[in-house]
């Protein structure tokens, strides 16, 4: 007898009939079964009621609160750079936060600070109880616990600690814990750059003395001028990024405002510009998104095909590359 | 006495949308869940539990039921898929099959003597994996075209030809063990 003869036999004797039951039987097996509830009815409704109103209470605390709250929260690892408008940040090991101002509070590890020149403002960076301002300068501040210390490559800079007040030099150092290697020798390359860069033609301004800072003009942030636009009061929108370009005029996404607040209003050829300048201030995505939008205003059709390419909005590794390539194709048309 | 107006039945023969009820439908399939139930997991005091928990999963999946195919089509997965929670149960904790579900035979001789020997065979089952098993029972034993029941375990049609192969290749050699199973198949001296 071969498998499938022992196997179809086998089956065969498998294809039994369960022991039969009668009507009476069957209709007790049917009454009793009743179908599972659906699981949305057997959430406990007061942990409904409890959801909705934690939801309800997050928005408003969110509404109420974003205004003061930090603009940003990051938590650092590992080398990172960070561009706050003009200035960069470049941590190691780091966790800081990044508030309105400009205000940097160090919790842990280092930091670099490429201070461009502030005309009537500064910039705080708090590490526990040492504060260090300044108005344009290279400085790198490391902190673990209470342990903070100081170092500054170009300029100078006040470091206020209780009531001990420094001023330091280009070369000084506050406190003795050393900033991370990779660190130092980016701030020495940062000096460096500076000193072979133009003086600039009118005195830096003096280092600010007083422990408070004084009153900075306010400045449209870059939220408020996005409301704007979305409001579609693109005349007021303008007027606040030319407020804001004055205070930092290397930054890429002000720029990127400014061009639809001008696109808003119809006048194409100055958006087009803006966006040129956003192409030139900011990092590689930045730059395709900006060439992107260019190409769009403009009525050049040569011009926009060469922000296309200019931008890198065409490359693999750009954000908008399909809609760059679906543009360039019309274009071509 | 009927309730629950919750499912609605295409008739094959016009396109009207007629309501069925829920409990007549489940009246329908009593006989199929029950042999299904007792191919797959074979006789044991669980045999019970098992078809009132099938019962249950079909009253719960029934209103979700379009009437777009047969009744049995839409019950049988839902079936196998009770069936796989006894079968794991078993082998977490194992159950005396001596159970009365004995047959209709008038001699209690005879009675007995089919009953141990499927439970023998079920044990044999028993020594392969579930899927196997189940592979096994849909296609072997309930005959069904192995594209229906691949649907039904809710895997390709080459998963399920390969559960049935190895099913059949360590059924053939563990009956092939057993002199006495063996001969019973005509399979051996």
């Known amino acids: ?4 003869d022992l196997l179809d036999a ?31 009815y057997t959430v406990f409704p007061w942990a409904m009621a409890a959801v909705v109103l934690l939801a309800i209470g997050a928005g408003v605390l969110y509404w109420t609160t974003h205004e003061d709250a930090p603009v940003e929260a990051p938590i650092a690892r590992g080398i990172e750079e960070r561009r706050v408008g003009p200035h960069s940040i470049v941590s ?43 108005t344009g300068t290279v400085f790198g501040v490391s902190r673990d616990g209470d342990d903070v210390s100081v170092h500054v490559y170009e300029g100078s800079v006040e470091v206020t600690r209780g009531r001990e007040v420094r001023s330091l030099g280009a070369g000084d150092s506050f406190g003795e814990r050393a900033l991370s290697r990779t660190l130092d020798e980016r701030g020495r390359a940062e000096a460096d750059a500076r000193a072979e860069e133009p003086p600039p033609p009118a005195e830096p301004p003096p280092v600010v003395v007083q422990q408070e800072p004084p009153p900075a003009p306010r400045v449209p942030t870059d939220t408020e001028i996005r409301r704007l636009i979305a409001a579609g009061q693109h005349r007021e929108a303008l007027a606040a990024s030319e407020r804001a370009v004055g205070a930092r005029p ?44 260019a190409a769009r205003v403009t009525d050049d059709p040569t011009r926009a095909v060469a922000y296309l390419e200019d931008s890198g909005a065409l490359e693999p590794s750009s954000p908008v590359r399909d809609a760059a390539q679906a543009l360039r194709e019309r274009l071509a048309r | 006495m009927t309730t629950a107006i919750g499912f609605w039945r295409r008739s094959p ?3 009207v949308v007629a309501p069925m009820d829920v409990q007549a439908a489940l009246t329908e399939l009593v006989p199929s869940v029950r042999r299904w139930i007792y191919r797959t997991i074979g006789p044991g005091p669980d045999f019970d539990d098992a078809v009132q928990d099938a ?4 009253a719960t999946a029934l209103p979700r039921f379009e009437g777009r195919s047969q009744l049995t089509t839409f019950a049988h997965p839902v079936v196998v898929r009770t069936a796989y929670r006894y ?12 159970v009365d579900h004995a047959s209709q035979e008038d001699d209690p001789e005879r009675r007995a003597q089919k009953r141990e020997q499927l439970e023998r065979l079920h044990r044999v089952l028993d020594h392969i994996p579930d899927k196997q098993r189940v592979a096994f029972v849909l296609c072997a034993v309930e005959r069904i075209p192995h594209e229906e029941a691949a649907r039904i375990e809710g895997v390709s049609v080459e998963t399920l030809r390969q559960r049935l192969k190895r099913a059949r290749s360590e059924l053939a050699r563990r009956l092939r063990a057993d002199p006495e199973l063996c001969a019973l198949f005509g399979g051996g001296s």
Do not use: C
């Open chain 1, 250 to 293: 290397r930054s890429s996404e002000l720029w990127m405002l400014r061009g639809d607040a001008l696109r808003g209003l119809g006048n194409r050829a100055d958006a087009a510009r803006a966006y040129e300048r956003a192409m030139t201030y900011g990092s590689s995505s930045e730059r395709a998104i900006a060439g992107l939008s």
């Open chain 1, 1 to 4: 007898v071969s498998d499938d």
């Open chain 2, 55 to 58: 019962l249950v999963e079909l």
């Open chain 2, 87 to 98: 079968l794991a149960k078993r082998r977490a904790q194992p159950v005396s099959t001596d």
């Open chain 1, 10 to 40: 086998f089956a065969e004797t498998l294809r039994a009939e369960p022991p039969p039951i009668d009507a009476k039987q069957t209709a007790a097996l049917v009454a009793r079964a009743r179908p599972r509830p659906s699981p949305v």
């Open chain 2, 13 to 15: 023969s016009a396109s």
């Open chain 1, 92 to 134: 190691d090991d780091a966790i800081y936060e990044l508030h309105d101002g400009p205000e940097v509070e160090l919790t842990r590890g280092h930091a670099l600070f490429v201070i461009a020149p502030l005309e009537g403002g500064s910039f705080v960076v708090r590490a526990g109880d040492t504060n260090v301002r300044v």
